[in-house]
């Protein structure tokens, strides 16, 4: 059977029904398909069950892209503020924990329930439960086959995510609808991942569950959180941050004394010259990785056995101490994909391909990836409502 709309979304996450519900709050005519048999499932891992819906920080800078320009206007037009005000217009109950990151005091599934009661304000159809078998264009027309129907529609929105959290039912079928109608993609590869080591530095996964505040810096990335030292390597929100920066082959470097001034070592020295290395480092990082780090400084003996040079450089090595990750725990780990659908190819005001009218790309499928904290919710809201208002 044959169903006409004036749009076909694909996805039901965090971009989907956002489209959807704007869409159809427009007087669009709007289905929304998805082959999982509910809508929202990463919503509802979220933030540990709690949605870390947004970030009061958003601003372009805080998004990865080969056109680092491409998000501002849509992040413009649908702020952080914006999307707190659905959210208080539905009395969520929600708390700001560090860094700007907003969470809902209750359950990540106000957050769905709230969408579906958007889409349910606009009229919405849904398809869920039955993959998309074929989608083919035709005189201004895209028709798209689910199951035994056939949904045909001007408008097709793409709204599918990346290949992250497998499990979940994620795959790369927004990528094969962009290379099916031309549109070129940036290499997708994990982000917000834990990095994983090898060789010499397998002694750090003696320190399996150890976690210490430090600056983690990779490529043009650097962010003061706290790391975890896990049995495959290293974690925790400073090492995911990081890792949208790193690419194989690069060093990550840590800080693990942020806020130790310059010759800090040698003042300790001068006040306290029998204490030893380890002894020192460990009045600021757990025991464990004092004593871990004390043993490869190699420094042998009280402080004032140890020449100022000698201190000096091990300051320095505590500063910016050099991790050769070997890879990244992939897909299965990564919290969201940097790369996707070419910004090239897409309007930044309302996300649709320039050379396919009528067909937008919008959310985790395109290549804008923000950093960890709310950041990617807010582009999901924010690339939604520019192509939902677009109709």
Request: glycine share 12%; with cysteine.
């Amino acid at each position: 059977m044959i169903h006409d709309y004036d749009a076909i979304v694909l996805g039901a996450g965090a971009a989907g029904m956002m489209a959807a519900a704007v869409a159809g709050q427009n007087g669009v005519r709007v289905l929304l398909v998805d082959h999982a048999d509910e809508p929202g499932k990463k919503i509802l891992i979220s933030g540990g069950g709690r949605c870390n819906f947004t970030n009061v920080h958003t601003a372009p800078d805080r998004f990865l892209s080969t056109n680092p320009h491409f998000a501002r206007s849509a992040l413009a037009r649908y702020t952080a503020a914006d999307f707190i005000a659905l959210v208080d217009g539905y009395r969520i109950a929600w708390h700001e924990k560090t860094l700007g990151q907003l969470f809902c005091d209750g359950s990540a599934r106000q957050i769905v329930t709230m969408l579906r009661n958007e889409c349910a304000g606009g009229g919405v159809d849904w398809s869920l439960g039955r993959a998309v078998a074929a989608i083919d264009h035709a005189d201004g027309r895209f028709s798209v086959r689910i199951g035994s129907d056939t949904a045909v529609a001007p408008k097709l929105v793409v709204a599918t995510g990346g290949p992250s959290i497998p499990q979940m039912g994620a795959t790369g079928f927004a990528y094969d609808v962009a290379r099916q109608f031309g549109l070129k993609v940036v290499e997708p590869r994990p982000a917000l991942v834990p990095l994983t080591l090898g060789g010499d530095e397998a002694l750090f996964k003696t320190l399996s569950g150890v976690a210490t505040e430090v600056v983690a810096s990779a490529g043009k990335g650097s962010f003061r959180e706290a790391a975890l030292f896990t049995h495959r390597g290293l974690s925790g929100p400073a090492i995911l941050q990081a890792s949208s920066y790193w690419r194989h082959g690069d060093t990550v470097a840590i800080d693990f004394t942020p806020d130790r001034p310059d010759g800090w070592l040698v003042e300790q020295k001068r006040l306290h010259p029998r204490m030893g290395v380890q002894s020192v480092l460990g009045q600021t990082l757990p025991g464990r990785l004092a004593e871990a780090l004390a043993d490869k400084i190699a420094l042998t003996g009280n402080l004032a056995d140890q020449s100022d040079k000698a201190l000096a450089a091990a300051e320095a090595r505590l500063a910016a101490w050099p991790f050769h990750p070997n890879g990244s725990e992939g897909f299965m780990k990564a919290e969201v994909t940097i790369g996707g659908i070419s910004t090239d190819a897409l309007s930044q005001q309302t996300m649709e391909a320039k050379a396919v009218p009528g067909l937008h790309f919008i959310g985790e499928a395109v290549d804008v990836t923000g950093w960890l904290g709310g950041y990617n919710f807010q582009w999901a809201w924010a690339s939604a409502v520019a192509c939902g208002k677009a109709f």
